[in-house]
């Protein structure tokens, strides 16, 4: 176990740890353990309340990446998606000097820094794109009431994230540099952040290397194309640990 190489996974916004499994399930990478991060208010601890800080998350997070950290040379890597990138900058950063990060990859989130001209978008309309695109299982039983209960679960869980962004602000992103080469993912046609320049202020968070990646599929590629987004983190991961 000590010599495995350990993936820890945060979701989106609204997600929960079984979130990106469709993806870590084909990973072919040789000496890796897959952990997939649960937050309180869903999945398997649904009856814990939602965090109502950044620091409670971090810590949180934190404290279960170091329960299965083995030693302080074991090395792992963070791969955090769309909110889930946030926390994983924050997660990496805060890591850095006791642990042994191989690398960070976030995907489907613009840069920290990055400012847009653009006016932000409503809740209302927002809630409208999210239910559209949020993936389900059970997408031919739309109208029944149990798929309507656990759709406005889903946006009630999502609305808890967003907000925990959004109340929390980071007053010196520029200070958030991490030594680890970092991995940007970009959906070509993702539907929350199509300006491809929103991604390129990410390689102000590294004192390393950054790489951009390009892939097929909205803002949830992942669950549009599960192969192809195995097969970039397998090469994502080989380059990081190679």
Request: aromatic share 8%; glycine share 4%; hydrophobic share 35%.
């Amino acid at each position: 176990m000590e010599g495995k190489i350990l993936l820890f996974c945060i979701p989106h916004a609204g997600g929960s740890a079984s979130s990106l499994s469709n993806v870590t399930y084909g990973l072919n990478v040789e000496n890796i353990q897959v952990h997939h991060i649960e937050l309180p208010g869903r999945g398997m601890r649904s009856e814990e309340p939602f965090h109502s800080t950044l620091e409670e998350t971090i810590e949180d997070i934190s404290e279960k990446i170091r329960s299965k950290i083995l030693c302080k040379n074991q090395p792992f890597i963070l791969w955090g998606h769309s909110m889930g990138a946030i926390l994983a900058l924050l997660l990496s950063y805060n890591l850095q000097d006791h642990y042994t990060s191989k690398g960070l990859i976030v995907s489907g989130m613009r840069a920290p820094l990055f400012q847009s001209a653009e006016q932000a978008m409503s809740r209302q309309k927002r809630n409208a794109l999210m239910s559209d695109i949020l993936p389900t299982k059970y997408e031919r039983n739309k109208n029944t009431p149990l798929f309507q209960r656990v759709q406005h679960k889903r946006l009630q869980v999502m609305e808890k994230d967003i907000a925990l962004l959004a109340q929390n602000p980071i007053d010196d992103w520029p200070s958030i540099i991490v030594k680890t080469p970092l991995a940007i993912i970009m959906a070509e046609n993702d539907e929350l952040y199509n300006n491809k320049d929103s991604y390129k202020d990410w390689n102000l968070h590294t004192s390393n290397t950054t790489s951009y990646f390009s892939i097929e599929g909205g803002h949830f590629f992942m669950f549009q194309y599960p192969k192809q987004t195995s097969a970039l983190l397998n090469k994502i991961i080989n380059d990081l640990t190679h």
